[in-house]
């Protein structure tokens, strides 16, 4: 996600708004504050924002709305202040996208709304499988980004394993109604944080083919909808999610997790 700063604009020296829809640790936004970019963002946890802040060292944004990302979304007037350069939507709760609002056409609409129309850039995370039965949540934010979007490119972590044995793994997304093109990393990034820099100089040699994912209208994900997302069972869906704790265990312990 934090490439988003890397697409080719107009004025690429313009350091504009950007809005982050789930903080996390502040892992993205702190670049961004650093790189003077006036970042707002959205997180639904006190607790998240308060740990980011004191036990990260998050610098203070220049907004912080503590309320579920759904209510400013929905709320009139809304609290935010667009249009933004570049939003930022990280809320995947390893759960999957069913019943996840955020998500549907309708929610990514709102959020296209708020961007500066020419060069406003989105860019989404998600965690999904990429083959059958644990790719539909893929499948389906690729409809739906692309009902909306001119433009959506989609890229992964690199895997040493073979693609088919990998059930779950993390992707963003990029949309925008301008192409969307990256230029290399800077200098400034180096002396921010140098492994964001060394990950941000490969991360396009991992790029989906958007153009081999099946299109449909019914595969649009739409809030009335009421069909399971990650798989065609529950089961499916069920075993994505403990892959997806699988994963996170790798990166700390499961005390740490149920701790914090």
């Not at 924002?49 to 809304?78: G, M, N």
């Not at 994505?240 to 740490?256: D, S, V």
Request: glycine share 4%; net charge negative; proline share 6%.
């Amino acid at each position: 996600m934090d490439a988003i700063h890397l697409v080719k604009r107009s004025k690429q020296e313009d350091r504009g708004k950007v809005l982050m829809i789930g903080l996390g640790i502040g892992s993205s936004a702190e670049p961004l504050i650093k790189l003077n970019y006036d970042v707002e963002i959205i997180e639904l946890d006190p607790v998240v924002y308060k740990y980011a802040r004191e036990y990260f060292y998050l610098s203070a944004p220049s907004k912080a709305h503590l309320v579920d990302a759904k209510q400013p979304l929905i709320q009139t007037p809304s609290p935010l202040t667009p249009p933004y350069q570049f939003i930022m939507h990280d809320v995947f709760n390893g759960a999957g996208v069913d019943g996840e609002y955020l998500f549907t056409l309708e929610a990514l609409q709102k959020v296209h709304d708020l961007l500066e129309p020419k060069e406003g850039v989105l860019a989404l995370n998600l965690v999904s499988g990429l083959v059958p039965p644990y790719d539909t949540s893929y499948v389906k934010v690729t409809n739906t980004l692309k009902k909306i979007f001119k433009y959506v490119r989609c890229f992964k972590e690199p895997h040493e394993q073979d693609e088919a044995t990998v059930k779950v793994q993390n992707l963003v997304f990029f949309a925008s109604n301008s192409p969307i093109d990256f230029l290399p990393v800077t200098h400034e990034v180096y002396q921010i944080n140098e492994g964001l820099a060394y990950i941000l100089d490969k991360f396009e040699n991992f790029e989906l083919k958007l153009d081999q994912v099946a299109e449909d209208d019914k595969l649009v994900l739409r809030e009335d909808d009421p069909k399971v997302l990650d798989g065609a069972t529950a089961k499916n869906q069920r075993e994505l999610m403990h892959y997806h704790w699988e994963g996170m265990n790798k990166l700390l312990n499961w005390k740490t997790w149920l701790i914090y």
